[in-house]
T-cell receptor
Framework: DAKTTQPPSMDCAEGRAANLPCNHS???????VYWYRQIHSQGPQYIIHGLKNNETNEMASLIITEDRKSSTLILPHATLRDTAVYYCIVKQTNFGNEKLTFGTGTRLTIIP | GAGVSQTPSNKVTEKGKYVELRCDPI?????LYWYRQSLGQGPEFLIYFQGTGAADDSGLPNDRFFAVRPEGSVSTLKIQRTERGDSAVYLC???????????FGPGTRLTVL
């Protein structure tokens, strides 16, 4: 699976949009971009995933560049409960290759 | 519905002892994963079950680590002759076959003294 690079930490004011970048320059054509987050003392939680089109769900939006070498997770109106470590993961979804390869993620702190 | 549960939540043991960590996946989830997370690091993959069989055990660090899932539901991670370096949070996750989302439990914090 391709390696990802994320900034170690970010701050965002409560109520503002949080934009978390991820570089994955070695991504292959059949690899998806996944985002998980981990709130303190809890297990990771799935947020969103995409292949090449932008995606949106009730939690966040995922913007993937046209060359697919980078992406941005957007939390449109950050709340204090969004304080967590956010992991960008690249993986194939074909059967037999289901493991997630986590990096060290971005520690996002929402400031009141 | 109930999520993934793990027991115990905390386990303290002495170096050299044997420990068992249990994971109850979400009902109907045929895929089950074990990860471990050291302080300040992201979770590290250990083993993946599809049904009763281990489809990928490439993450197990050595032969002291073993996991079973005899009936395709509950899984037990077994660690023999524990070492201080085994201290970590052990996370379990489950998913539907081919599912995009892994659902994680709260983890078991293992401390080896």
């Amino acid at each position: 699976d391709a390696k990802t690079t994320q900034p170690p930490s970010m701050d965002c004011a409560e109520g503002r949009a949080a934009n978390l970048p991820c570089n994955h320059s070695t991504i292959s054509g059949n690899e998806y971009v996944y985002w998980y987050r981990q709130i303190h003392s809890q297990g990771p939680q799935y947020i969103i995933h995409g292949l090449k089109n932008n995606e949106t769900n009730e939690m966040a939006s995922l913007i993937i560049t046209e060359d697919r070498k980078s992406s941005t997770l957007i939390l449109p109106h950050a709340t204090l409960r969004d304080t967590a470590v956010y992991y960008c993961i690249v993986k194939q979804t074909n059967f037999g290759n289901e493991k997630l390869t986590f990096g060290t993620g971005t520690r996002l702190t929402i400031i009141p | 519905g109930a999520g993934v549960s793990q027991t115990p939540s905390n386990k303290v043991t002495e170096k050299g002892k044997y420990v068992e960590l249990r994971c109850d996946p979400i009902s109907g989830h045929t895929a089950l994963y074990w990860y471990r997370q050291s302080l300040g690091q992201g979770p590290e993959f250990l083993i993946y079950f599809q049904g009763t069989g281990a489809a990928d055990d490439s993450g197990l660090p050595n032969d002291r680590f073993f996991a079973v899932r005899p009936e395709g539901s509950v899984s037990t991670l077994k660690i023999q002759r524990t070492e201080r370096g085994d201290s970590a949070v052990y996370l379990c996750a489950s998913s539907l076959p081919g599912g995009n989302e892994q659902f994680f439990g709260p983890g078991t914090r293992l401390t080896v003294l």
